[in-house]
């Protein structure tokens, strides 16, 4: 069974190579499978489409859409004026003020597209104006963005609870703590890293004048700051889940952006909704046909073959883990993050169980491994998004996103793997953890 699993798994990294879209690379790996191993086409197909049917997964629609909302109505904008009323006058502090809108924005959206898409043509002029480099300042933007994958809600979360069976909250709460380190480490680098760049900052304000100017950016800013505070506020407080959280935040945007920022109209809303629809329809595709590769395999009882195989050669947590992480690093950087987390969380559970790592960890573990492929060549869907977004060819935006990704991600994706503690303590905090 492994070396079936094995062809399979070749047809689909082969067709993904060739440029295949997404769902017919799972649908020739599922008809290998059908051929050769004998799985009934037809009761996966059904098995599939009961499974797309599940209220959870209507929660990724609609946190698509409000964040696509949230990007043409203005609330980035005026999150972005009112992160830089603290540190913007401090030299390479822009820069810091690109790193927590994104994770404020990631708190919104749950898409590393929508930090991209929302502050990229915003801040990356602004940015190019006051003395970075283009290609710094887009790689700054582009990195920033994947912690809309780390803080909550986060789509891959939900993804991933669903198919393991894991408390959703529990999950999201796990990226957390990786989250926020990741914030400070890029926050850190890029101060560093500013110090060589002749960097023209707004002229300074007395202590009176500063103070209003935040008062002054902050009432502005406060409809968008709700926005977070009611997703997250909701969920965690037990009065809504987290589908009905997702809708109330497209409830939300809509009269803010309308009535309040006016940046949202009824042109602009009819083509973020057709573009959104587009999307989740290319979305879903791939879950279902995911899903049913997946279910093939464990059907086969290719997890069990997995862990025996694994433990034959080495029984050590440490050389493991340090596997698993190389493993979802490789699956990270040839398909997205959600197809990750459907294909391979339910196959290396048993194992993970069976080294004693606790699913919670395990959802933390997957998460901020998976995460940091949208920036990661050759799939690297958010970095693609950003040269196009800050207008940069590949060669100018690939050393500086890359510096991040190992000075500043890898340390806190190695932590997150060899101290459960930080994805464990939140959880633990709020009982989900025994």
């Not at 006058?89 to 810091?96: A, N, T």
């Not at 006016?262 to 595709?285: F, Q």
Request: glycine share 12%; charged share 10%; with cysteine.
């Amino acid at each position: 069974m492994i070396g079936l699993t094995l062809a399979s798994l070749g047809i689909l990294v082969l067709m993904l190579t060739f440029g295949v879209p997404l769902p017919f690379c799972f649908g020739g790996a599922l008809a290998y499978m059908s051929i050769v191993g004998g799985v009934s086409m037809k009761g996966m197909l059904m098995w599939g489409l009961q499974q797309i049917l599940s209220p959870t997964l209507l929660c990724i629609p609609l946190f698509i859409f409000a964040g696509s909302l949230m990007g043409v109505s203005g609330i980035a904008r005026y999150l972005l004026d009112f992160v830089d009323s603290f540190v913007g006058r401090r030299k390479g502090g822009l820069g810091v003020v690109a790193t927590v809108s994104c994770a404020i924005i990631g708190a919104i959206s749950g898409s590393g597209f929508t930090g991209v898409a929302a502050t990229g043509p915003i801040l990356i002029p602004r940015m190019v104006e006051r003395g970075y480099p283009r290609g710094y300042a887009t790689a700054l933007v582009t990195d920033s963005s994947i912690l809309g994958l780390l803080i909550p809600p986060s789509v891959v979360m939900i993804v991933f609870g669903w198919v393991t069976e894991t408390s959703i909250l529990a999950c999201f709460l796990s990226t957390v703590i990786p989250g926020l380190l990741v914030t400070l480490a890029f926050s850190v680098i890029n101060i560093i890293w500013s110090r060589k760049f002749p960097l023209v900052l707004e002229p300074e304000m007395s202590k009176a004048e500063l103070r209003k100017e935040r008062i002054r950016r902050g009432w502005k800013a406060l409809p968008a700051l709700m926005m977070p505070v009611i997703i997250l506020g909701g969920i965690y407080g037990g009065i809504m889940t987290p589908t009905e959280a997702a809708a109330a935040s497209v409830v939300y945007s809509i009269p803010v952006g309308i009535y309040i920022y006016g940046g949202l109209n009824r042109s602009n809303y009819c083509k973020v909704a057709k573009d959104s629809a587009v999307s989740v329809g290319a979305i879903m595709l791939m879950i279902m046909c995911s899903m049913m590769l997946s279910q093939t395999y464990l059907m086969l009882r290719i997890p069990q073959a997995i862990v025996s195989s694994v433990f034959g050669i080495t029984q050590s947590k440490i050389i493991l883990l340090i596997l698993v992480n190389i493993l979802l690093l490789f699956i990270g950087m040839i398909v997205s993050d959600i197809t990750g987390v459907i294909l391979v969380a339910p196959l290396l559970l048993p194992l993970m169980n069976a080294i004693g790592v606790h699913p919670i960890h395990y959802a933390a573990i997957m998460g901020v491994n998976l995460a940091v492929g949208g920036v990661t060549p050759p799939y690297a869907s958010i970095l693609y998004l950003g040269m196009r977004v800050g207008k940069v060819e590949f060669t100018e935006i690939v050393g500086p996103a890359m510096a991040f990704v190992l000075l500043g991600y890898l340390p806190v994706m190695l932590l997150t793997t060899f101290c459960p503690v930080l994805s464990m303590w939140l959880p633990g905090l709020l009982g989900f953890v025994q």
